[in-house]
C-alpha cells in the first residue's frame, strides 16, 4: 500500500516544476526562517497565492518545503545574532549561540541543518508508514467521528497554546464565526452576508490569514527602533564534515527525532514543545562533560532534529483525518481545499498520487535542506543584514499583490486591512491568532458533520455515545476541558513563566 | 499610550459586538429567509448561535478575570514611546490610503509612492536611496507576478502597464 503511494506520487513528484518549486520553497523558507520575526508560518501565508496557481504537487512541494526550510532557518539567527528567526529555534540559542561564541558558528549552523534534515526524513519515514494507515482506521469514521475530531483539533490548540486558555477558546470560536459567513451549504440560505454578493462564498482564506497575521505582524515590526539597523554579522559556509558531527550524536538524533514526530503527531502540540522536551531529555542523559548550555553539539542536534521531524508527524493528522496539527499545517490543509482537494481518507481512496506526491516532496524538502542550507549558508546569512525599512515594504507589497492575485478583487484587500486590524488588536490583547485560522479551517468540518450527525441520528444527541470511536473522542475532548479548566485555575494562582511557556506564547503572536 | 487593561476591554467590546451582530443576523435575515429554525437541515442559525452564546459565556469569563486582576499599568514594562506608536499608525493609514486608490491609480503609480512613503516613516531620510529602491521593489514585484503568474495588476483609469 505504502510503496503504492509513493510509486503514483513519484510520476508527478518527477516533473521539473514539482522538483523546482520544491527547492525554490526550501530557499525560501531558510530565508524566512532566518528572518526574525517571519517563520514558516508566515512563508507559507505570503506564498500561498503563489501556489495555489501551480499543479497540486508543485503546490504542496513549495508549501511544504517553505515549512520544512522555515523550521530550521531560525537557527541561524539564534546561532549567530542570539534572536531565535521562530519561536521554534529558541531552544536553539541555549547551546547554538555558545557554540558560536566559541568561534565555531559555522559547525554549529551546519550541525543544526544537518540535524534538521536527517530529523525531517525520519519524521518523513513515520509519515510514510502511519498516514495511510491512520487514513484507512479513519476510513470507518461518519459523520459523528469526525465533528468530535473537529473540536478535538480545537481544543489540543487552545490546551497547549502558552496564553489565556479562555482568550485562546475566544479566538477559536471567533474563527468558527468566520467560517459560517457565506451561503449555507444544507439550506443555500445566506448568512451575515449583509446584502453583499462579495461575500456569498465567504471570506477568502489567504485574505483572512495574510491580514490577521502579516500586516499585524509588520505593524509590531514598525515599533521597534532597528528599522535601520544593519547586523554585522558574517560568517563562513560550513563543512561537510558538520554531517559527520551530526551523525555521531546518533542516539541522541534518533531519540529526538521521535519525540519531535511524536508532539508533531498530537494536534496543537508542535515544534517549540518537542524542541524544548527533546533538549531537556537529551540534557539530563548527557555525560557531565558535554557541557549543556555552554556549546555541546548535542544540544543543537536535539532541537533542530526535533522540531523538523516535527513537520512529519503534523503532516500525519493533517492528510489522514483531515485535522490539522497547527497554524502551518492548517494552511497547508488550506491550501489543498483551495486546490480542490478534502484531506482525509477519501483523498487517500481517490488521489493516491497526490498523498504520494505530498509524501515525496517532504521527503525531498528534507535532501534539498541539506544541500542548500550547507552550500547557501553565506547567503541567509546576507539575508540577515537587509534592514527592516526595506523588508516591511516589500512583504507588505507582497501581501497586497497576492491577495489581489487570488481572485483580482479589491473587496480582498479590503477584508484584508479590516482583518490586519484586527490582528493587531488581538495581538495588542493578548489573544493568540493560531486559534482563529484553525477554527476557520475546522469550522465547516465542524459544522457540516454536527448536522449530518443529527440528520442521521434517531435519538438527537445521543448519536455521540451511541458510536465507540465517537464516544472515546467524547471522553477525550472532556478531558481536554477538564485540563482547560485545571490550566486556567493554575494560571490564576500565579507563578512563574517557564521559557518555554515564554516561547509558546511567542508561536502565537 | 494605551494600557494593557483598556486593550482587554477594546477586544472584549469587538467579540461582543460581533456576538450581538450573530444575534441581530439570526433574528432579522435569517429568519426572513426561513433558515433560522427547524431541523438541523433547514436550521442556518443553530451552528452560529451556539457558537455566539458560548462566546458569550467566555467573555463574561474574561470579565471577571479582567476585573479580579490587580491593577497594573503595563506602560513601564511595554517601554512603548508614543513616536513608536506613531510610526505603526501611521504605516497603517499609508498602506489603507494605497490600497483604496490602488484600483483608481494603478498599480505603477501608486505602489512606488506607497513604498517611498513606507520607508521614509522608518526612518529613512537619503531620498535618492529612497527613490530608486521603491521604484526597483515596485517593479521587481511586478515583474515577477506579471511575467511568471500571468496576475494583471490594477492598470486604473489610465490603463498604465509595463509592456514585458
Known amino acids: 500500500m505504502i510503496l503504492e503511494f509513493l510509486s503514483a506520487g513519484l510520476d508527478v513528484f518527477l516533473s521539473p516544476l514539482a522538483l523546482g518549486f520544491t527547492f525554490a520553497g526550501i530557499m525560501v523558507g531558510l530565508l524566512v526562517g532566518a528572518m526574525p520575526g517571519l517563520g514558516p508560518l508566515m512563508g507559507i501565508i505570503l506564498l500561498l497565492p503563489v501556489a495555489i496557481g501551480l499543479p497540486p504537487v508543485a503546490a504542496m512541494g513549495f508549501l511544504i518545503a517553505i515549512f520544512v526550510g522555515g523550521s530550521c532557518g531560525g537557527s541561524v539567527s539564534a546561532i549567530l545574532l542570539r534572536i531565535p528567526g521562530t519561536p521554534l529555534a529558541a531552544a536553539t540559542l541555549f547551546d547554538g549561540y555558545p557554540l558560536a561564541q566559541k568561534g565555531r558558528a559555522s559547525d554549529a549552523i551546519g550541525i543544526a541543518i544537518s540535524a534538521s534534515a536527517m530529523g525531517g526524513l525520519l519524521g518523513g519515514i513515520v509519515l510514510v508508514f502511519f498516514a495511510p494507515i491512520l487514513a484507512g482506521f479513519a476510513a470507518n469514521f461518519a459523520p459523528p467521528e469526525y465533528a468530535m475530531l473537529a473540536v478535538m483539533g480545537l481544543f489540543a490548540i487552545v490546551v497547549i497554546s502558552g496564553g489565556s486558555i479562555i482568550k485562546g477558546l475566544l479566538s477559536g470560536c471567533f474563527g468558527l464565526l468566520i467560517s459560517t459567513v457565506g451561503t449555507d451549504s444544507f439550506s443555500t440560505g445566506l448568512r451575515f452576508t449583509f446584502g453583499s454578493h462579495n461575500l456569498l462564498n465567504g471570506f477568502h482564506i489567504v485574505a483572512v490569514v495574510v491580514g490577521l497575521f502579516a500586516i499585524s505582524e509588520m505593524a509590531a515590526q514598525m515599533l521597534g527602533r532597528d528599522l535601520l539597523k544593519k547586523p554585522d554579522v558574517k560568517v563562513a559556509r560550513p563543512g561537510l564534515n558538520t554531517i559527520t558531527m551530526t551523525v555521531k550524536h546518533y542516539v541522541n538524533l534518533l531519540r529526538s527525532s521521535a519525540i519531535g514526530t511524536f508532539f508533531g503527531a498530537i494536534p496543537g502540540a508542535g515544534g517549540v514543545i518537542s524542541s524544548f522536551t527533546s533538549y531537556a531529555v537529551a540534557k539530563a542523559l548527557a555525560k557531565p562533560d558535554e557541557k549543556y548550555g555552554e556549546g555541546a553539539e548535542g544540544g543543537v542536534v536535539a532541537t533542530e532534529a526535533a522540531n523538523n521531524s516535527t513537520v512529519g508527524g503534523t503532516l500525519v493528522p493533517t492528510l489522514a483525518l483531515g485535522i490539522p496539527g497547527d497554524a502551518s499545517s492548517a494552511m497547508l490543509l488550506g491550501a489543498l481545499l483551495i486546490l480542490g482537494f478534502v484531506p482525509g481518507p477519501a483523498m487517500f481512496e481517490n488521489n493516491p498520487e497526490v498523498v504520494g506526491g505530498i509524501f515525496m516532496v517532504y521527503l525531498a524538502s528534507n535532501i534539498f535542506l541539506l544541500i542548500a542550507g550547507i552550500l547557501a549558508t553565506p547567503l541567509f546569512v546576507y539575508v540577515l543584514r537587509i534592514p527592516k525599512v526595506y523588508l516591511i515594504p516589500s512583504i507588505l507589497l507582497l501581501c497586497s499583490i497576492g491577495t489581489f492575485a487570488l481572485q483580482a478583487s479589491v473587496f480582498d484587500l479590503q477584508i484584508m486591512l479590516l482583518f490586519g486590524l484586527i490582528g493587531i488588536l488581538f495581538r495588542s490583547a493578548d489573544y493568540p491568532l493560531a486559534p482563529i485560522v484553525i477554527g476557520m479551517i475546522l469550522g465547516p468540518i465542524l459544522e457540516a458533520n454536527l448536522r449530518r450527525a443529527l440528520l442521521i441520528s434517531r435519538d438527537g444527541y445521543w448519536i455521540f455515545l451511541d458510536r465507540p470511536v465517537a464516544a472515546a473522542l467524547v471522553v477525550v475532548n472532556v478531558l481536554l476541558l477538564a485540563a482547560m479548566i485545571y490550566i486556567t485555575v493554575q494560571r490564576a494562582r500565579g507563578g512563574k513563566k517557564s521559557q518555554l511557556a515564554k516561547a509558546l506564547e511567542a508561536t502565537d503572536e | ?164
Open chain 2, 1 to 164: 499610550m494605551a494600557s494593557q487593561r483598556l486593550l482587554n476591554f477594546a477586544a472584549i467590546g469587538f467579540l461582543a459586538s460581533v456576538v450581538l451582530i450573530v444575534f441581530w443576523q439570526i433574528e432579522t435575515d435569517m429568519k426572513e429567509q426561513g433558515i433560522a429554525s427547524g431541523g438541523p437541515y433547514d436550521n442556518a442559525a443553530s451552528f452560529p448561535r451556539t457558537i455566539a452564546i458560548l462566546v458569550a459565556v467566555l467573555l463574561v469569563a474574561q470579565l471577571i478575570t479582567d476585573f479580579l486582576k490587580k491593577r497594573t499599568d503595563t506602560r513601564a514594562e511595554e517601554d512603548l514611546r508614543a513616536s513608536d506608536l506613531w510610526r505603526g499608525g501611521l504605516m497603517l493609514v499609508v498602506f489603507a490610503v494605497y490600497l483604496t486608490i490602488l484600483t483608481t491609480a494603478g498599480y505603477h503609480l501608486a505602489t512606488a509612492p506607497m513604498i517611498f512613503a513606507i520607508m521614509w516613516i522608518c526612518g529613512s531620510r537619503r531620498y535618492l536611496v529612497l527613490a530608486v529602491s521603491s521604484v526597483a521593489i515596485a517593479t521587481a514585484f511586478a515583474f515577477f507576478f506579471e511575467v511568471f503568474l500571468n496576475v494583471v495588476l490594477p492598470l486604473g483609469v489610465w490603463n498604465i502597464f509595463i509592456p514585458w
